[in-house]
Each structure stands twice: as C-alpha cells, then as structure tokens.
C-alpha cells in the first residue's frame, strides 16, 4: 500500500477487509456492523518530545507529520493499537499485559532460537508437534512447549499478566486492579492459525471451544474472568507487609490484575503428517545444538485484551522430527 | 470500565443513494487505426471470432492484460419477410442463399428477444421506430460493455458519429481515409432521450437516436434512426441509415461493390466483412455513463472524553505515560484509523486518515466514513 497524500483536505480511505467482504458473498446477515474503534498504528509516541526547546506547540510536530499508508484489506494486518476510553483523565500510568517466563509453575523462559539460549526479551517458544519429537527433545530445553496431546498435560500453561509495570506506584490492597477496577484486563482474545495450533485448557490440556476462524485461518478464542474461571484468574498480592509483591509469580512491579493462562496444541495435521511443515515451513531447525533436524513452522501467538486493548504477540516455532 | 469499542447507535447509521456520472469519449482512432500493422494492415485491438458472430474492440492490443473491452459490433436482419423501415417490401427476401443467414437472424432474434420481447403468442417482436411507426427489420448492433456502461448510459448524453458514405475500399485505413473525401460524418444522438424515453422494454428504458443531417432536420420523426437502450447499453441503428437518401444526399456503399439499399446490402457479405466497414466509418463515440451508489454513511464520534488513551506499546514507557508528565496534564492520543467492527468484534471494514488527528478531552471528533455498495 501506497502512503495518502497529506497536502491538502484530510481524506479518509475506507476499503472492506477480506473478512468483510466474504461475509457480504455469504449473504446470511452476517456483514453488520456494530461498533467501531480508532487505531494508532503508525504513531510511534517515543517520537512525542515534551522537552521540545521550542515550546509545546513543537511537542507533537514530528507526530503530526506521520506519513500514513493506505488501508490494508487483510483485517489482522490493521487496528493493531487501540485508542482506549477511560472515564478517568487524570490517569499517568495504564496497565500492560506481559508474558510471565518467570512463575515456577509456568512455562518457562523463552528461547533465542539462534543460540538457543534464554532470551529475557523477544524470544520464542518451540512447540512439539507430536510425541516422538517431544521425546526425541526430552526434558529441560529452554523454551520447549509440549505441544502433542498426550505430553501437553503435563506441560506447563502459558501465562499472561495484566498490570502496571512499574515500581513508581507500589504494591498495595488500595492501589491494586482488583475485579471492578476500570484498568483491570476482564476478557482476553487469543488469537492463533488454526492450521497449526489451537488453544487447549490449562488444566488438562482439552481443545478449547474457537470463537470463529476468519478468512486467513486465524482462529479468535475469547476467555471472559466471569464465565472462563479456568483461563483467567486474579493475581493475588503476596509478601509481606510493606514489602509486598504479586504472588511471588508475577513479573509485574506494579499493582497486577488479571491473569491469562493457556496451552497451546498442535492440530492433527501437524501432528500426523509434514505437509504443512514443507508447505509453510522449512527443515534443518536444530533444537539441540549439534542433534536431529526438525521441520519448523514459525507462527505467531497473539493475546489482545478486549477491555485495555493491549497486545502481545509471542512467536511460536511447531517443530516436528524430520 | 475501560473500553476500545463505542457502539454504533441507529442515529450514527444513514444510508443514502446517489448516481455518479463518468464521460466515456471513444475516438474513431481506438476504433481504427491506432493499433494497426503497419506491414500487413492487421488490428491488434480488433478480436475477432472463429463463430464469427460478432466482432470486439479493446483500447490496447487484446492480447496484452493491459487491454479493456470496449464494445461489440455485429450485425442481423429479420427473419421475417415484411417492410422495412421505409415501409417498402424487402428486396431481396430474407433468404438462405445468404451465406450467413442463420448467423444474422439468430443475432437479430436474440437482441429483439432480449430488447424488445415477445407478443402475445410467445414470438419475438421486431425492432420497432417509435417514431416512424416502422420496424428495423436490417440493424446494427453496438452493445458497450459494463466496463464502460456501468449501470446505465446517462439519458440525453448519447453521441455517434460516423460517417454513412464512401465505400469500404476508401474506409479500409480507418476513418480518416473518408475525410479526404470532403463529406461531413453525421451524428446521432438521443438528444430528446432525458425526457422522451421509452419504457416498454423489458430490458428496461430505451431512447430513440436521431441523426443530425439537414435533411430531414435533425430530430424530425425522419431523423430517428436507430434506438439506444440506457441500462443494458446497447444502440441499435437501422441499416437504412446506409440508404441513399436517409441522412441527406450522401452516397453509400458499405460493401465492397455495393451502392444498394440496406436489404441488399445485408443480404452478402459476412458479420465480420460488415463490422469492419462500419468500425472504419466511426469517428466518435462519447455518452456519460451511470453508476448507481448505494452507500452507508457511519458516523464515528469520539466525545471529549473519549477514546484519549491509547493501547499503542509505544505510548507507555514503564506504563507511564509518554505524552504525560503529571497526572493532571490532558491525556492526548492521535488516530489515524477506524475500523468498523461486527457484533463478535471481527473487523469488517477500515477507514484510514490522510494524517493523524489530535484526540484530547478538549475537543471532540466526529468521522464520517462512508462505504459504497
């Protein structure tokens, strides 16, 4: 897509995405449209200088100037940032969501899939297609999800945090986004391509129950704290007085909300045979250094608060032993 | 309770209909002559076909992707013995010594079908002059496309020019070979089509053309010469046009070898042999065309205290707020997209801004955002 020209009138380019337009070819009543949203997709806020020598007429110059590219028709390409309402316009500080790689009872650190090391930050996660790779792999490998039906109980959920991350509002019972909290997180979208994965209980592992897969076979999952107890839970406060923390578990420095926690599975089609893998992915993935070669299928995990619309996308890597 | 979605309310929700009008001029170049081979005469725009029931004109060599179809020409004649538009006895008689019979009252059968209907016992009526109270018994078809027609050509706005004398010989180069000659082309035009139109078509309205030669004058009842049909976008001219005596004192010859009446004329010759001669004849072909929009206005409206925060990772830092310093500065955000959603949150259709507009709890936004049918 081109950029909108910007020297004149503001225009506003408006174009059906694919989802909508094959809902219109269904011609069921499914194409209404309900409500909208306002994105920020191209404004980088880091380039918002409120120290600007100038003045604050200067604060936003380089904000405002920001080319902007036609729409894009595929609807998860676009609306990756929400503009949020808050009835409150004092806040400072919003809630983030984050992945927890540290709770004992989560699944763990993510790997730089390069050197296979533990990567604090933009890792991935490897997911085991089926069993003889899960096995072939065996046990403590950084970043290695179980992801074949059997090895999947026992596999540690994922877990997302939704909180402030910041130690400039400490951790109390009166500061904490506790159920009622405007800024507490209370659905979550996960979204992931239904060819390769779907989202499994973090209990025993079943298949969870899809909200619709759209037009490019991304699957929409949505977990509510009110009617989905066994994915979305609250992050408890801990510790001691005047020394708190969240659970002990958290990777959140500030008052926490709620908790996200998923498994993720390989579809059958991963799992029973390779040609997904040589279709969509490649071969000679080593996930221990100097052992087998694996098929791999890199793809996105992808978790949207409903309420705060904050994103997380983790990457995912579905091998399978060639 | 914090939210990125606002509802759309029945208020917000209008739906309007409106007609959008493009010029569509077509010169006698497109026509003939631009795309011709310098060597062998051969027209790369000009399709022709092995059933060679019609013949088709592309703006661009039609082999090329590039290339956009523009209109059909071809030729029939009625089955039927009778008058023809001069009220005169066919002379020749329809008949099966043609060559082509069966093409030209097959093609002649099915545009009256289509464009004119059946009477009472199930047969297929003839093209008939409203004006002249004639049936066009020997016709010309010119049906446009859609990519050129849209919905429907704009009444009134219809215009032909072609030139209705000389023989094929001096036309083989194209059009311009006839202007050597010294003769003027004649126009037809629907010049009464956007208050005298005709309904009784089952293809739906329809225009009488009339010829523009000083004799008769032009938009006499004998200057009708041929009707036009705005939606299915067909202009169906009698061969009587080619009649010495029909548009002025012009002579005609539209074969090769032939100075005779239209009857005659239809009567050699192939589909092909005539779309050829009448393509070299045109020098101008423009109409407005019709594209009925059927849209839905969505009005977005972001309050004052609305939609000022944003989910955008960049615009915390440690989940503070970047464009803030103090709790009690103005929360600001800037919106470059909307995006309209279904009831189960699935994006069906997004707007993006030229630039991205300021969003504070000082001001308020209204958006229109309109999506046409």
Known sequence: MAFLDNSGDIILDAVLTDTGRMRLARGDGSFRIAKFAFGDDEINYESYNKNHASGSAYYDLTVLQTPILEAFTNNTSTMKSKLLTVARQDLLYLPVIRLNHDGNSF?????????????????????????????????????????????????????????????????????ALSPGNPLRETQYIVEVDDRFLKVATPADGSIASVSFVDDDQIASYFFSEVADTAYVENITIGGNEGNRVNDNQSPLRGPAGSRLKIKLRATEAATNGTYLFTKFGNTGYQVIAGGDNYYYIDTTLRITGFTTGYRVDIPIRLVKKQ | MATTFKTLLSSDIVNTRNFLHESVPLTGTIVSGTYNSTTDGAEYNIKNYAHGQFQSVYDYPYLSSSANHLFDVTVGYSPKEGSDAFGQADDPAPSTADSQYTKKTNMYSQMAQLLVGYDES??????????????????????????????????????????????????????????????????????????????????????????????????????ASGLLYYQAGIAVLTASIFNDGFCGNQQHALLSGSNQGSAQMFMSGTIDNFADAIRHRIQNISFNNTTELNSTIYFCRANANEFNYSSNPTYLSESQIRVKTNASDQPISYLTTVGLYGADNELLAVAKLSEPLKKTNTNELTLRVRLDY
Do not use: W
């Open chain 1, 107 to 175: 699944a763990g650190s993510t790997r730089n899939l390069s050197t296979r090391a533990d990567a604090d930050a933009g890792g991935s996660y490897i997911v085991t297609a089926d069993e003889s790779s899960r096995q072939n792999i065996g046990n403590g490998q950084i970043g290695v999800l179980h992801g074949d039906s059997t090895g999947v109980t026992d596999q540690n959920p994922l877990a997302f945090d939704q909180g402030l991350d910041t130690t400039a509002v400490s951790i109390s019972t009166n500061n």
């Open chain 2, 122 to 223: 199930g047969s297929i009526k003839p093209f008939r002059n409203p004006i002249r109270d004639v049936n066009m018994k020997q016709c010309v078809f010119l049906p446009f496309s859609r990519l050129l027609v849209k919905d429907e050509i704009k009444k009134g706005s219809f215009s032909l020019a072609m030139y209705v004398s000389g023989s094929d010989e001096e036309h083989g180069a194209g059009f311009g070979a006839i202007s050597a000659l010294g003769v003027d082309p004649v126009t037809f035009t629907d010049a009464s089509g956007s208050d005298g139109y005709y309904t009784d078509s089952p293809a739906g309205e329809y225009g009488v053309l009339f010829h523009n030669d000083d004799s008769p004058e032009a938009d006499d009842a004998g200057a």
